[in-house]
């Protein structure tokens, strides 16, 4: 037989994890002349002298805050493979880590408080309340840089209530311009020198809501406008912010002062307390806000940038159901916040914390800002 060629067929396998043991073997040595011992010291860990290595830690906080996975499905998980954390201790080491990573947090934020936009939004979140035997409604602030900002970053703030005196704490002195939706909270940062600037996507929300529960005529012109709008700013998304306000001021400025003389005109025809009248009127309302965005080639269009950040908590909270503490709160705020903000800068999250948590002990805080997502990369080590 003449062999003539082959046919090569490939299939893609995969094996559940495994649990593998790390042998660190430090020898002894010791002087004959002078009897004097000599070891190598201990490593320098994440968590003095604990069992986890750095690549199972990521693993715990990945899968929880990135893939929504409560511990007690973890340790099923890794009762599988053969080794049942107990949840107790997985939720140990989830908190410890959230203690080691804070100081990462807390130099991203100083870096993202020296960007004149921000965007912040609020999203509910349960608290354990043991006293009541309940849990009551908590909150996870986020903050973010300015959409069309080069760098990325979200930082998430978890506190107790939607007391407008949290987002006040979070950004202290900072006075640029903040991309906001009409909640109450955000009045007393305007009244002390913060700019506002309004969501358009809110302002179309409320006519798509009123086009969806039936024919509106009002509702259907509102949303072509403001389509006409967005389409405007797809053409100037990849223009630098002086070129994107010119573009802007020639022409979506036109079509927003028709819009609102068209959006008096209606106002004028249709009755007090009506689903258009309301929807009109928060327009209206918000006009100044909502075309801030005319004046400064930096501002968004709208505050989506940051809603879609809110979008995996609004996922992980179904899962994981409620926070156990304030403390507990703050710790995962930490953890979630170093994750998306590496997601948003094309990092995979298992890559970046194992590699930052085996690199944080011997780090020198002045050195701390290389840890950071935007200026990480597998080969900064």
Not at 292 to 318: C, F, M, S
């Amino acid at each position: 037989m003449k062999r003539i060629g082959e046919d090569v067929a490939e299939k893609l396998d995969y094996t559940p994890g495994t649990f593998s043991v790390e042998r660190h073997i430090r020898g002894k040595w010791v002087c004959q002349d002078c009897e004097t011992l000599v070891q190598a010291p201990v490593p320098a860990h994440v968590i003095d002298k604990g069992i986890p290595t750095t690549g199972l830690l990521a693993q715990v906080l990945v899968a929880k805050y990135q893939d929504h996975l409560p511990l007690y499905r973890q340790e099923g998980i890794f009762g599988r493979a053969g080794l049942a954390i107990p949840q107790s201790t997985l939720a140990q080491w989830v908190g410890q880590m959230g203690v080691q990573l804070q100081p990462l947090v807390d130099a991203l934020k100083d870096e993202l408080l020296t960007f004149p936009v921000l965007h912040a939004d609020e999203t509910p979140v349960a608290m354990l309340d043991p006293g009541a035997g309940k849990t009551h409604r908590a909150y996870l602030w986020s903050y973010s840089i300015g959409a069309h900002d080069p760098m990325r970053a979200v930082i998430y703030d978890f506190a107790d209530s939607r007391a407008g005196k949290h987002a006040q704490d979070f950004l202290g002195d900072w006075r640029g311009t903040l991309v906001c939706d009409d909640y109450a909270g955000y009045k007393a940062l305007i009244a002390q020198g913060v700019t506002e600037a309004g969501c358009m996507a809110h302002a179309r929300r409320k006519f798509f809501e009123l086009q969806e529960h039936g024919q509106s005529q009002i509702a259907a012109e509102a949303l072509e406008r403001i389509a006409a709008l967005y389409g405007i700013e797809q053409d100037a998304r990849e223009l630098k912010a002086e070129a994107r306000q010119a573009l802007r001021e020639t022409q979506a400025k036109p079509l927003l002062d028709d819009f609102k003389t068209w959006l008096l005109a209606c106002r004028g025809k249709i009755p007090n307390g009506s689903s258009s009248a309301k929807a009109i009127d928060y327009t209206l309302k918000r006009w100044a806000a909502l075309i801030h965005y005319l004046t400064d080639g930096n501002v968004p269009i709208d505050n989506n940038w940051i809603e879609n950040q809110i979008r995996p908590i609004a996922i992980g909270r179904k899962n994981w159901l409620f926070a156990g503490s304030l403390r507990a709160g703050k710790r995962a705020a930490a953890i979630m916040s170093l994750i998306q903000s590496a997601r948003l800068n094309g990092h995979e999250p298992y890559a970046y914390l194992k590699d930052v948590l085996t690199r944080l002990p011997t780090q020198p805080q002045s050195r701390i800002g290389e840890l950071l997502p935007h200026r990480w990369g597998p080969d900064s080590a």
